[in-house]
């Protein structure tokens, strides 16, 4: 129904960016990867995804197509819903979820808050014809996780805060980063930095 949102950024929040379409402000929810290209007062195109539920209507947004067409052919797995397929895409970009679906890869899914081994499992069965082949060269541990404090620094500065604000907020979750099993997970980090500037404020 709405394929994409373009216009100038008003407002960026942890998992939200409002984008101003015709004097309209737009709410999109966003993966911390995609919210940490944009900056307020600047342009934007987002690829979107209109979720219809009874009592709501949710606007989800995508640095390009294809990460929208993959959040779209995760939710035809069952229990998969948008939020899940949101975070799925948070940890994996979408040619290292492809990829770890053709390997059978448990760990890179398991990875993902929400998704347990069976569930994984489950997972990877019936995504295993719907996803297709890799087309890049992405790992499963796929180019979002490498540098989580990249992620976590750009994704603070585009919210309005300054270099050194972002500098002591990383570091202050450092400690809880490292000490995650597996990939750290972005979007957490994020709103635990973003609890520390609150704290320091």
Known sequence: MIAFVSGTVAALAPDTAVVEVGGVGM???????????????QTARLATSLVVREDSLTLYGFAD????????????????????AQAMLAVHVPDALRRAV????E???TAVPGIGK?????????LKDRLGAPVGT???????TAGWRDQLHAALIG??????EADEAVAAVTPQAEAAEGTPQVGALLKAALQSLNRAR
């Open 159 to 164: 919210l309005g805060y300054a270099t050194r």
């Open 107 to 109: 760990k890179a899914l």
């Open 138 to 144: 992405a790992t499963a541990a796929g180019p979002v």
């Open 65 to 84: 197509d294809d990460e929208r067409q993959t959040f779209e052919l995760l939710q035809t797995a069952s229990g998969v819903g948008p939020r899940l």
């Open 118 to 126: 069976k569930g994984a499992q489950k997972l990877l069965l019936e």
């Open 102 to 105: 053709a390997t059978a890869d």
């Open 27 to 41: 709410a999109v929810q966003c993966t911390p990867n995609t919210l940490s290209t944009l900056r307020v007062g």
